[in-house]
């Protein structure tokens, strides 16, 4: 049978730790996270989150799903002309998929069924957001299978080739591999123009480091830098022996260690599953404050759809000096969310990021 881990979501840095324990005391609350926001004369506000209970994601939410409040005091729907906007517009995600072909699996005829685990994530994952497949042995670097430059559904070739590979080096680069992986999984996405960036890394491999290129505390060093903070880190193992290779230090979104080849397939497919259900949590709120000066206070708080008592809320701060029209307020108006590279703003504008802008979040369940 599979082993399957699956940590509760990570508090990604924004709330404190005290919102864990109180997900946990009320049992049916929302944990609303915001990511960024935003404000732009004449006077749209833009907010965007992500909705979850405990380590599942809350999809299918509406704006009247959502109520706004100011200074404490609820914003009428017919004012707000609150609307949610799609998240791509506004958010680019990226998938790498690293696999390991070192010797151990090129050699021992594990190639037909990682091709064939890989070709299903890959379809899947490729529904929603880009996805690259890159490789590694015991060589240094790691080598583009699938680019992210390709377009969906040719990743086939790609990957067909990987049936014949020949490991360059058959000894195993892990900590290289997830090293290398992260960094180029970030020159990506920063190619990529849209202000909000999201990426996925997911590591397969059957054995451990044997290369000892880089120790795993070097690894693990490198994964907690904050340039990653907001990425998903899963990994999948494959063997009997495959507990040593201390996988959950990679995969610390969801590890998934299964002993038989013929369970790899399986294994990919929960991944999969997870990265398309998390892809749902993600809203974008964007309504028309009546604020025209002044600093206010903002509180965002989402009712569950499934549960009348589970709601959740997020809060901060924006400066409404100079707002008002003409022209009107145009909720569905494209938002203007600062450039973000490795966590920190590269333009400017009147856009409340994260810097310089008091956030609180809550969660809390209406008790009977």
Known sequence: ???????????????????????????????????????????????FFTVEKGDEPVA?????????????????????????????????????????????ITESGSSDSLVDAATLFTDRVGKTQK???YSFDGDKEIRAVVPFTEA???????????????????STNLHGAVIEGLKELEAQLA??????????LVVFSDGTDRAARFSRDEMKTEIIKEQYKDYELYAIGVGAEIK???LDDVGRDGTELVTEQAEVKSAFERVANRIEQHTKRFYLLSYCTPARKGQHSVRITANSKSDPKGKGSLEWDFNADGFGPPPDCDPNAPPSFPLKTNGVSVDGGDSGGRGGVKVKASASASVK
């Open 1 to 47: 049978m599979p082993l399957l881990r699956r940590p509760l979501a990570r508090v990604r840095g924004r709330l404190a730790v005290a919102l864990v324990a109180s997900l946990s005391l009320a049992g049916c609350a929302l944990t609303v996270t915001r990511l960024n926001s935003a404000q732009k004369k004449p006077n749209n506000v833009w907010v």
């Open 60 to 104: 299918g939410l509406k704006a009247e799903d959502f109520e706004i409040y100011e200074d404490n005091e609820l914003v009428s729907v017919y004012e707000s002309k609150q609307v949610i906007q799609n998240p791509e517009v506004a958010a680019v995600m990226y998938t790498m998929l690293l696999l390991d072909v070192s010797g151990s």
């Open 131 to 133: 996805v690259g497949v």
């Open 152 to 170: 969906q559904g040719t990743a086939v070739g790609g990957l067909e080739s990987l049936r014949t590979y020949k490991a360059k080096d058959p």
């Open 191 to 200: 190619k990529e123009k849209k202000p909000l960036k999201f990426g996925t």
């Open 244 to 246: 040593k290779a201390g």
